[in-house]
């Protein structure tokens, strides 16, 4: 089956929107946490670990959605594939352009109920040090570590499902590869 390339997967802003209504959901939890723990009955290393939780849930959905409200504003694809390879603007830690040619393979990786393609490449520290910032750069150096490649395409926010964005994929690198 050929397929009419290049083929443009936009970003889904429902799906964005959702994604930040649940960080900012988190976020406020987690002042909760800080300001008012729910319970000052327990000891005071139950009121520290809250107090640590309640931060940790500030810090982390808070630049989520910061990641996120950023998409909402994006008006570039978030998925280009064409002969050469894929262009990557899925999400925070979008890789760009990953060539076919450095393509190993695609994997499927569940983390709970979050399901993410994991583009192995063959020269993975490439694409880690081309990256502008340098916490991009440090997160993907830790995915690089945690899973073996720097890369990874969710379709939280893409409008495709999961399911036709990994098949769409695998059809392309088998095609190209």
């Given amino acids: 089956m050929t397929t009419n390339l290049p083929i443009t997967v936009p970003l889904s802003k429902g799906k964005l929107i959702l994604s930040t209504l649940g960080a900012f959901a988190f976020v406020a939890i987690g002042f909760w946490f800080v300001l008012a723990p729910p319970s000052r009955t327990g000891s ?10 309640g931060l940790v ?3 982390f959905f808070g630049g989520i959605a910061i990641l996120v ?6 008006s570039r694809p978030g998925l280009i ?3 050469q390879g ?4 899925s999400g925070g830690l979008s890789a760009g352009q990953i060539l076919w040619q450095d393509i190993e393979a695609i994997q499927v990786l569940q983390i ?3 399901r993410l393609i994991l583009v192995l490449v063959k020269n993975p520290q490439d694409y880690i040090d081309r990256q502008s910032s340098s916490w991009k750069r440090k997160l993907m150096a830790m995915n690089y570590r945690q899973y073996g490649t ?10 495709i499902s999961f399911a036709e964005l990994l098949a769409m994929l ?5 095609q190209f590869h």
């Fill in 170 to 174: 695998e059809q392309q690198l088998a």
């Fill in 69 to 74: 409200i950023r998409k909402l504003f994006d």
């Fill in 44 to 53: 005071s290393l139950e009121f520290t670990l809250l107090m640590v939780l």
């Fill in 86 to 89: 894929l262009i990557d603007n």
């Fill in 150 to 159: 720097p890369i990874s395409i969710s379709a939280n926010g893409l409008k």
């Fill in 57 to 59: 849930a500030i810090l």
């Fill in 81 to 83: 594939i064409d002969e």
């Fill in 112 to 114: 709970q109920r979050q």
